[in-house]
């Protein structure tokens, strides 16, 4: 990691200091390649080699630690932090850069697989129950939508992907749904803070068709509904991170 000052970066201008402090104490991480449970630089020497004050890396080292990429320990210091989680134990967590568009990129392949995969398998082992909960996690977001309450949105979106896994009955792909969508919030907190929802309205639509699909025990359009939904969202992430680079 070099020692340039944040502010040099040309997407200042775009995004806050702490984002920019956030998005570097993850790439010490990585490029250092501390595991979970490594003690990290404290925050003073943070601010030294970053070019910043501790007052913005603490700021910064609240949304890791909100984000479960860092531990912090008072009066020990700070660590990376444990994570038992599919991808969040293995070299992914390190690697994964929540505003590198090619990683934002390679993310969304691997929900393409892992969610159409799931999708087949939920049109045709789905259990009432569980396609209730998808229906009603479907209304959720779509009244998230409409009331432009973005938090009901989210959650409402977060509880129909991981209904979908879970109806598949395999707990490997229920695993990692939710560990792709914990890296694509890191995106989104970090990186866009949360602005990304231009796509809200058609996403809403793609749910239903989803949902119909599931419902009507019909893998290959689900597999097609998903793809096209995660699709539509990679390209809403694309122009919004465009957007904030290069204005």
């Known amino acids: ?4 000052p944040v502010q040099d970066r040309d997407t200042t201008a775009y995004r806050p200091g702490y984002e920019l402090v956030a998005e570097r104490i993850l ?7 501390l595991r979970p ?19 913005v890396v ?3 080292v609240k949304i890791l630690s909100a984000l479960g990429r860092v531990r912090a320990q008072k009066g020990r210091g700070l660590y990376v932090a444990d994570d038992d989680g599919m991808l969040g134990a293995s070299r992914w967590e390190g690697f994964f850069l929540p505003t590198d568009l ?3 990129y390679m993310l969304f392949e691997f929900r393409r697989v892992q969610e159409t995969a799931a999708s087949r398998l939920a049109a045709t082992r789905a259990t009432p129950a569980e396609l209730r909960a998808i229906e009603t ?14 938090a009901l949105f989210d959650r409402g979106d977060d509880d129909f992907h991981l209904g979908i896994a879970t109806a598949s009955h395999n707990p490997f792909l229920v695993a990692a749904v939710r560990e ?3 890296l694509q919030h890191q995106s989104s907190t970090i990186g866009l803070r949360g602005t990304v929802g231009g796509h809200a309205a058609e996403a809403v639509e793609e749910h239903a068709a989803i949902y119909r699909a599931i419902r009507d025990g019909d893998p290959d359009a689900a597999a097609e509904a998903t793809a096209v939904h995660l699709d539509n ?11 904030r680079i290069f204005g």
Do not use: F, K, W
Request: net charge positive.
């Open 1 to 4: 990691m070099t020692g340039a």
């Open 137 to 150: 996690a479907a209304e959720t977001c779509r009244q998230g939508h409409l009331t432009g309450e973005a």
């Open 180 to 182: 792709a969508r914990r």
């Open 233 to 243: 969202t990679l390209q809403d992430y694309r122009r919004e991170i465009q957007r």
């Open 37 to 55: 449970g490594d003690r990290m630089p404290t925050e003073n020497e943070l601010a030294a080699r970053l070019g910043t004050s501790r007052t």
């Open 58 to 60: 603490r700021e910064a």
């Open 102 to 104: 090619d990683h934002v």
């Open 27 to 33: 790439q010490l991480i990585a490029e250092s390649r």
